[in-house]
């Protein structure tokens, strides 16, 4: 084993980022505001990386937290370690509220996203509505493109699989992560936006 952690240790000790902060892992919250920096970190490479409209990003792939200071490959492939690959569909407005429904259980959220907002009420655990960046509410009947995970792709408790078209493979999760990493400010801050808001209806 330790000829092979001497061969990847210049891999692991590349720095290819500096965060203010310590964003820490974990699903999305059940909190008034549920979503989580690194996660909206993530979702923001995905999206940058195909060039897609949304992103969605399931929170059991996040591993672990990312500590303050210098951020290095290593430090990435740890809260990325599955070689997922990334998968941009279309889905309609519609299809999209489906599919966010379908990630929300008596236990919680699962998704971290990008590229639009949305509240859910934990009343019913059911999506109240969803909001694009310029305010406006998506369009039922218009298509969109929705960059995910392969594995997400596949799990049938979603349905992206079964509900989207037009799929397009890209690279590997944990490159567009490196990447979009690079790309930001030395050092960066990512914080908790409201991307995920809940309310609660009176029965």
């Known amino acids: 084993m330790k000829k092979y952690e001497d061969l990847i240790a210049p891999i692991k000790a590349e720095i290819v980022g500096d965060s203010m902060a310590t964003l820490p892992k974990g ?4 909190d008034t505001f549920g979503d989580f920096a690194l ?15 949304f992103a969605m990003m399931n929170g059991g792939g996040v591993r672990a937290q990312l500590d303050a200071g210098e951020v290095t490959f290593g430090d990435l492939f740890a809260i ?7 998968n941009k ?17 008596d236990k919680g959220l699962d998704f971290h996203i990008a590229g639009f ?22 369009d039922p ?3 969109y493109s929705v960059v995910v995970n392969n594995y997400m792709y596949g799990n049938i408790k979603y349905g992206i699989g079964e ?29 908790v936006e409201g991307r995920i ?4 209806t009176t029965p």
């Not at 279309?90 to 379908?102: D, H, K, P, Q």
């Open 39 to 53: 996660g909206n970190l993530i979702a923001d490479g995905m999206k940058a990386s195909m060039n897609a409209g």
């Open 27 to 30: 699903y999305p919250s059940t």
């Open 117 to 138: 907002k949305y509240t859910w009420d934990s009343a019913t655990n059911k999506v109240v509505d969803i909001v694009l960046p310029n305010g406006n509410k998506i």
């Open 141 to 143: 009947n218009s298509e």
């Open 80 to 86: 990325q370690p599955f070689g997922n690959v990334l």
């Open 197 to 200: 808001q809940k309310v609660t």
């Open 163 to 191: 509900l989207s078209t037009n799929l397009e493979v890209g690279p590997e999760d944990l490159q567009a992560t490196v990447d979009f990493v690079k790309s930001l400010p030395k050092p960066f801050v990512y914080e």
């Open 89 to 105: 569909v279309l889905l309609s407005g519609a299809y999209i509220e489906t599919v966010l429904n379908n990630q929300i259980t």
